[in-house]
């Protein structure tokens, strides 16, 4: 299995430009996830999905925006990209019950606005 | 305002030491988690936490989930250079949220 897939692995992108960051899963995951992790810091949650339609924001959703028409695929989107979102973006899924919780990381997409 | 707190921020020992990192808040969490990430790769787990006062043990590291369920600790005995990372402690707060929140990490540095 492949586990959790994200394209591109790197991209550097223009002040305005937009792009978005493509995920799969083949775990047939109910939750997915996207964090940033700027350099030297912990991950911080800009969008969750609970299930293939739903979605919703997490601690940074400004300037990103998501969707879940599947349940294998959860792209991010970045409109109008600013310096301020270089970083390293990881997509992450999981199967939640409350025992089980265990979220499978893509290797990361790191992105660079100059 | 950062749900989970962990500290120390970074720790540097000599190999065959002891330490103990802590994950923090103000908020009870369902369960707790421990993860390693190396250096251009996303987070591994290491253990999952759920019942308060748990304590999990995994070759030398040994996991505590507080009793109230606010807090988790990480203790390594006998550091070696392979435990180097960044440890991350994540969880889902609230009875049984949404959310799947990180905290800030431990970078730990394990000397030769």
């Known amino acids: 299995n492949a586990g959790v897939t994200q394209t591109p692995k790197f991209r550097i992108l223009k002040i305005g430009q937009s792009m978005t960051l493509q995920c799969t899963q083949d775990m047939n995951h109910n939750y997915m996830y996207w964090y940033r992790q700027d350099p030297g810091m912990g991950l911080k949650l800009i969008y969750y999905?609970?299930?293939?339609?739903?979605?919703d924001k997490g601690e940074v959703p400004n300037g990103y925006n998501v969707s879940r028409s599947t349940t294998e695929d959860f792209p991010l989107r970045l409109e109008l990209a600013a310096p301020s979102q270089t970083s390293v973006y990881f997509c992450?899924?999981?199967?939640?019950?409350?025992?089980?919780?265990?979220?499978?990381f893509g290797q990361g997409t790191r992105l660079t606005v100059v | 305002t950062q749900l989970l707190e962990q500290s120390p921020q970074f720790l540097s020992i000599q190999e065959g030491e002891n330490l103990t990192v802590y994950c923090n808040s103000s908020s009870v969490f369902s369960s707790l988690q421990w993860y390693r990430q190396e250096p251009g790769e996303g987070p591994v787990l290491l253990v999952t936490?759920?019942?308060?006062?748990e304590v999990k043990k995994l070759k030398r590291l040994t996991f505590q989930f507080g009793d109230a369920r606010k807090d988790s600790s990480l203790h390594i005995t006998a550091a070696q250079p392979g435990d180097t990372g960044l440890y991350l402690c994540a969880g889902v707060p609230g009875n049984y949220g949404q959310n799947f929140v990180f905290g800030p990490g431990t970078r730990l540095s394990v000397l030769p």
């Open positions: 999905s609970v299930g293939a339609g739903i979605t």
């Open positions: 992450a899924s999981s199967y939640r019950t409350r025992w089980d919780t265990e979220a499978f």
């Open positions: 936490v759920v019942t308060g006062g």
